[in-house]
């Protein structure tokens, strides 16, 4: 097949994004596949080469990426430098080269690539794409929306409230109670989450995540062991703990080696494992997702599970969870690529 890997783009999981990219291509290409790894925002030129026969030389045409940073990335600065200068997210010939691939596979992370917006856009123009739709991925993006479908369809998850940057609220016309958790509705990859335990704590948490996006979560702080469950076409894979070393799961922690372990399949009571599969399963079918998935979780001492979020694009970096998850089914990382492009394609059949 002709496949364009779609990464980069303007999130701030702009570099997670692009190696989770470098890993898919690499794998598909060693299936036998011809891959082009395409940067969303700084697009191909036509002068770097022929768009018309670009298939035939995909590696050379390819994105070059580095490492993760521990920090994210300056948006700001990657702006700077694109050449074109465009207002247009799409840099130029991303629409003319993902319509002539067999086939789009999503690599990108954080706004940009799963708020629905790429996709509706692909809809459009009648390009194929991994991963579930642009609806169900907007519901699940918004971390305000999807905690209140939870609380409708009786998912368990911590208690909290949205807020909008022209009225924000102070702590005590929140209704919560300290400590308490604030995080970007829309973000990822942990990226402006504050645990705040103090009042001075909340002003300053809430100024840092404002920096991000217009639009926030405060919610409950659950203490207790991390979980996720990757599900794949309604069915869940086992259970993966996660237990940084320092602090919380934060950027630095998801993406530095060795500063969290993870243990799959989780050491876990077996009714434990089977109830978070269930409830994993039971929000893709809350908002709607399909094809793949992995929602994350919390475990207290008292023995409750709480639901945080889905992610409609987990990462497929070095130490992302749903490969490592997929592993312990037997699964190795390029079957797991070709899995994910085998069972998108369903849904054009």
Known sequence: MNIVVLAGGLSTERDVSLTTGSMVSRALRERGHAVIMLDVFMGYREEECDITDIFSHSEEASVKVGAISTEAPDLAQVRAMCKDQSDCFFGPNVIRICQAADFVFMALHGENGENGKIQAVFD??????????????????????????????????????????????????????????????????????????TEEEYEKALEHAFLFEEKLVVEDYVEGREFSVGVIDFEALPVIEIAPIEGFYDYANKYKAGSTVETCPADLPPEITERMQQ?????????????????????????????????????????????????????????LCEKLIEISQAKYK
Do not use: W
């Not at 997702?289 to 409609?312: H, I, P, Q, V």
């Not at 592993?327 to 390029?334: I, L, S």
């Open 124 to 197: 459009l123009f009648g390009i194929r794409y991994t991963g579930t739709g642009y609806l169900s991925s907007a519901l699940a993006m918004d971390k305000g929306i999807s905690k209140e479908l939870f609380e409708a369809a009786g998912i368990p998850t911590p208690h909290g409230i949205s807020m909008k940057k022209e009225e924000p609220l102070a702590l005590k016309q929140t209704g919560l109670t300290l400590p308490c958790v604030v995080k970007p509705c829309c973000g990822g990859s942990s990226i402006g989450v504050s645990i705040v335990r």
């Open 279 to 335: 409830i994993a399963v039971q929000v893709c079918e809350t908002l709607g997702l399909d094809t793949y998935s992995r929602m994350d979780f919390l475990l207290n001492d008292s023995g409750e599970l709480f639901c945080l979020e889905a992610n409609t694009l987990p990462g497929m970096t070095p130490t992302s969870l749903l490969p490592q998850e997929a592993a312990a089914v037997g699964m190795g990382f390029p079957t």
